[in-house]
């Protein structure tokens, strides 16, 4: 069964560091999203990306976030200077349908836990 | 923004028990999809449903979509060891999937 590949699974930072996470999401889908979960809590949207842009983001989403997708199967996020808070299980997601709005099943990779020291 | 909100919170059941997570939106909703994240893993789809009203089941698990579109439960009936995690619903945003709060399950055998 094809799936979402995410690389890191764990990555350890120091705060203030720039840190980059890779997913490499289903090769037909054309929807790709990176959601995070903070332990124990509810799984929040970051941003979702297609045809090559962001579609939508949230609030958390801010300059020190952003994404990009290198080549025709990376999809990356960047976080520029990472604070204590940002600690949380980062989830990339992808999805194949052509129409907008979230109403096709999502495929999640494994997730990369991002620890911030 | 919207807000999807579940009760309970946590759940905890004897083996054999029924189970009930409740999934409120503050809009209505074109759709709604259920996910279930075993502890340590990943969301992974169960089902969407779109209708008012809809009413789908998988094997011991009945999902209900309500008549305003705004609400929607996951019965687990008799429920076993391996349906421990956290059952989350999801409400379609125009590129998104907003989450619920999820609600935890836990089974002792």
């Known amino acids: 069964e094809p799936e979402v590949t995410q690389t890191p699974s764990h990555q350890v930072t120091q705060m203030g560091q720039e840190v980059i996470l890779r997913c490499v999401p289903i090769s037909n889908h054309l929807y790709f999203y990176w959601y995070r979960q903070i332990l124990g809590q509810k799984v929040e949207f970051l941003v979702s990306?297609?045809?090559?842009?962001?579609?939508?983001k949230s609030e958390i989403f801010d300059d020190q976030f952003s994404v990009e997708r290198p080549d025709g199967s990376n999809f990356t996020l960047k976080i520029r200077s990472t604070k204590l808070e940002d600690s949380a299980m980062y989830f990339c997601?992808?999805?194949?349908?052509?129409?907008?709005?979230?109403?096709?099943?999502?495929?999640f990779g494994q997730g990369t836990r991002l620890t911030v020291v | 923004g919207q807000q999807v909100m579940q009760i309970p919170q946590y759940q905890h059941v004897q083996e054999g028990e029924d189970f009930t997570t409740y999934c409120n939106s503050s809009?209505?909703?074109?759709?709604i999809q259920w996910y279930k994240q075993r502890p340590g893993g990943h969301p992974v789809f169960l089902i969407q449903?779109?209708?008012?009203?809809e009413v789908k089941k998988q094997k011991r698990l009945t999902f209900q979509f309500g008549e305003a579109k705004k609400n929607s439960s996951l019965h687990i009936t008799a429920t076993q060891t391996t349906d421990v995690g956290t059952y989350f619903c999801?409400?379609?945003?125009?590129?998104?999937?907003?989450f619920g709060t999820g609600t935890r399950l836990q089974v002792f055998p």
């Open positions: 997601a992808s999805r194949d349908s052509i129409l907008r709005g979230m109403n096709t099943e999502a495929f």
């Open positions: 809009t209505t909703l074109s759709n």
């Open positions: 990306f297609y045809n090559n842009e962001i579609s939508e």
């Open positions: 449903l779109v209708k008012s009203g």
């Open positions: 999801a409400g379609n945003g125009p590129d998104k999937l907003i």
